[in-house]
């Protein structure tokens, strides 16, 4: 029996990736040095993986940006756009593809960037044209399974299938199917695998994530196509398929049927599908038990997976079994034993990347070596933790249990609001706002640090904000924006924030997972139930209210995005712990309206992440989604405006579940799609005001007024004038303040032009 991981976190414990190449970036450190942290990264992991005990360790599931990024270098899919930077080293055209490249008289916008699935990992899109070309570029692989060779591991290269590797891209011109492009594309691939057999491979990993989703015929027969070619050409190569996130369900038959050698199936998010696959495996086919959570952190319940491995040995015999994690280990933080502030009580339930690692080797000693005392061991963690005092609160469940009707609507239609709405605020055509969240500095960083570390008082610590906040607001003033907002200097994270000051919630030091790029978040864990204990943004919000007669928005993140970007509790449904939440928000926004705050938006980033990826059961979630956010935002009178803001997600089928929210605006990213998603809102004649971001804040460039102003007639042309607003297409923390004040400069210009135009035309 084989223990086997699919990937591990690529960061690094302390986020070394994170600090190096932002230290690139910034011309910091050279890139010989970039490299060797990449490298030393590389060879730890190996290292304590091989210290574990796990057999199948994976290689090439390091990036230092985005691993579906590194398939596109690698099969040599490159915008045309990008061809002008052949003259730099292969890591900046990389990195331009990636954030975009302003530099040297060149001005290229980055691709396109979207969620993996229903995680809050995002991917840069592969750009797909009718008569792409693949060229293989092998050489990120064949080093880095080299480098494992050389301290004594024959690694196992991860790859993402041919197959899911073209459905995760976009097709860029009309007429044509990207599956199409198979035939061009395993070619490629099997050279690839002709390169890694050479140099030791004996298994090699193909992820196939869409086998878990909806999908058509000819997509399982593109599948059945790609490893017939493969096994043909390779008939010695041990070829193991990993599906994730859901169950194979109808497309079981299908991945039984392709001459593989082993399946990886997600026994976490879908346990039902054992009994529907197991008695139907060919023989000698191998399966991979993901029995160990690759994407929460709760310690697992040995007693219920032990029984199940012990059921498919006895079907199989264990030499066609391998223990693992649900997924790659990338959505998990690195190690619990960089955590100390975590009490001891809690911290006993957790386990983080190491320690499912320590798990599935515990597992296999338990089923294969009888030993006791570790089932014994982990059945008083799962004891403590069900009868924890911590976790329940009989008031907070019998106030979700109470809902009613009226509890999830506004007063009055939206026409009827907005009209209100127009007066009280008195704003022009193409009102000028932002997300919410302005640059933090290292500055700002470094107070925030003092302050929790005691250095300084609350008085000098809000002392400090307070001036950071008059700044900002003066300078909206100054460039013209007609919304304000405060700019967050007070906030650690847009989670985070409000999880430290909710109920049932604790935060790790150290728990830092990759979100896109360098930027890693430190998900809030929710371990109880939750409540708000006191008001948490009306004093900021009123202060900076107080510096200015212009509206200023209040900023809060809504009961979906919260529950999204933490880890969940485990011992509810989802649903439960998400109204608790709603609830939470509502008193917020209800006690921001009673303090003048006339325009309040509750973020929602994360909506179209968390639908399942499943259509059967969409349904469910949307209802409780929607649910929740009405909850949260319908307290408040008539004029009082509620925003939300949703970003990089593809909203076309559930456009209309967007609009049941009824939120006065939505702001949503457009702007590196260039507005391909107001299509969607246009044909589905979205009702309620949209601010279309014009300002790719994920990227370093910044954009020209000419620019903004193209996407604002674009968005001019499907949507009234009248509902549009104008701002970036997310919030600005991770910008640097030279980038953002010239971006803003030119949005705003932007605008005034646009609303000349419109004017001019009336």
């Known amino acids: 029996m084989l223990k086997n991981n699919l990937g591990f976190p690529r960061i690094g414990s302390h986020r070394q990736l994170k600090k190096a190449c932002e230290s690139y970036w910034s011309g910091k450190i050279s890139l010989s040095e970039l490299l060797e942290v990449g490298k030393k990264i590389r060879v730890e992991n190996w290292k304590l993986q091989q210290e574990l005990g796990i057999d199948l360790i994976p290689s090439n599931d390091f990036s230092f940006y985005d691993h579906v990024l590194d398939h596109s270098l690698m099969f040599g899919v490159i915008p045309q756009r990008f061809e002008v930077l052949k003259h730099l080293p292969e890591v900046d055209q990389y990195f331009a593809m990636a954030r975009g490249y302003q530099q040297n008289g060149f001005d290229l916008k980055a691709m396109e960037m979207t969620k993996w699935f229903d995680t809050n990992y995002h991917y840069i899109v592969p750009e797909f044209t009718r008569f792409q070309t693949f060229k293989l570029n092998a050489d990120k692989i064949i080093s880095e399974f080299r480098e494992a060779k050389n301290v004594g591991i024959i690694a196992k290269p991860v790859i993402i299938g041919p197959v899911s590797y073209l459905l995760l891209g976009k097709e860029k011109e009309e007429g044509f199917d990207k599956l199409s492009l198979l035939d061009r594309l395993l070619p490629v691939y099997c050279d690839l ?23 058509s015929y000819q997509t399982k027969d593109a599948l059945r196509v790609v490893y017939q070619t493969i096994r043909k050409e390779f008939p010695a190569l041990k070829i193991l398929v990993a599906t994730y996130f859901d169950g194979l369900q109808d497309n079981f038959l299908a991945a039984l ?7 990886h199936i997600d026994l976490v998010r879908c346990p039902e599908q054992l009994d529907e696959i197991l008695p139907k495996i060919p023989k000698d086919f191998t399966l991979s038990l993901g029995l160990i959570d690759g994407r929460n952190i709760w310690k697992t319940d040995y ?32 190690n619990l034993e ?3 502030k975590i009490s001891a009580e809690i911290q006993d339930w957790l386990a983080f990347a190491q320690q499912k690692l320590i798990e599935i080797a515990e ?6 070596h009888k030993k006791a005392e570790y089932v014994t061991k982990n059945e008083a963690s ?30 009055s239609p939206f026409l009827e609001r907005q009209s209100l709405q127009k007066s009280v605020l008195n704003l022009p055509l193409f009102p000028t706002t932002t997300i919410g969240s302005f640059p933090q500095t290292d500055e700002i960083r470094a107070i925030r640090a003092k302050f929790k570390k005691g250095e300084i008082s609350v008085a000098q610590y809000d002392e400090f904000i307070k001036l950071h906040t008059q700044k900002v607001v003066a300078w ?12 967050e200097f007070e906030r650690n994270d847009m989670v985070e924030y409000f999880g430290e000051l909710l109920s049932g919630f604790v935060f790790s030091e150290n728990g830092w997972v990759q979100s896109y790029g360098s930027r890693c978040v430190k998900p809030p864990i929710i371990f109880g139930d939750i ?23 209040g900023m809060l993140t809504g009961p979906i995005t919260i529950l999204q970007w933490s880890f969940v509790r485990d011992d509810q449904p989802r649903s439960t712990t998400m109204m608790q939440i709603a609830w939470a928000i509502r008193d917020e926004v209800v006690d921001l309206e009673k303090a003048d705050i006339k325009i309040i938006q509750i973020d929602e980033a994360a909506l179209r992440e968390g639908l399942p990826l499943r259509q059967a059961k969409r349904a469910e979630y949307l209802k409780n989604a929607i649910d929740a956010f009405k909850i949260s935002a319908s307290g408040v009178q008539d004029q009082t405006q509620i925003h939300t803001h949703m970003c990089y997600s593809e909203f076309n089928d559930i456009i209309e579940n967007i609009a049941e929210m009824d939120a006065d605006v939505i702001t949503i990213e457009t702007s590196r799609s260039q507005m391909e998603l107001l299509e969607a809102f246009a044909k589905f004649n979205y009702p309620n005001e949209i601010g279309p971001g014009v300002y790719d804040i994920h990227s370093p460039r910044v954009p020209s007024v000419e620019e903004m102003e193209v996407l604002l007639l674009k968005a001019i042309e499907v949507l009234p004038a009248e509902n549009l607003w104008v701002n970036p297409d997310c919030g600005l923390k991770t910008r640097k303040w030279p980038e953002t004040e010239q971006a803003l400069i030119n949005m705003i210009e932007a605008a005034h032009r646009v609303r000349e135009r419109v004017t001019e035309f009336a």
């Open 193 to 215: 695998i002709a390169r890694l057999v050479r140099e030791g491979a004996e298994w090699i990993q193909f992820d196939e994530p869409f086998l878990a989703l909806d999908i």
């Open 257 to 263: 049927n392709l001459p593989i050698c082993a399946l």
């Open 303 to 334: 007693q219920k997976v032990i029984p199940i491995v012990e059921k498919v040995i006895k079907t199989l015999g264990s030499h066609r079994v391998m223990l693992a994690p649900s997924c790659s280990l990338i959505h998990s933080p690195c």
């Open 338 to 340: 960089n955590e100390t």
């Open 363 to 368: 597992i296999y000693e338990v089923v294969v």
């Open 382 to 411: 799962i004891q403590r933790r069900q009868t924890s005092p911590l976790i329940h609160k009989l008031h907070v469940k019998n106030r979700v249990n109470a809902v009613k009707p009226t509890d999830l609507e506004r007063k």
């Open 476 to 487: 909206q003033e100054e460039l013209g924006f007609d919304v304000l907002v405060h700019g």
């Open 531 to 553: 409540e708000r204990k006191t008001a948490m943004t009306v004093e900021w919000s009123s202060y900076a209210q107080s510096l200015t007669q212009k509206p200023m928005k």
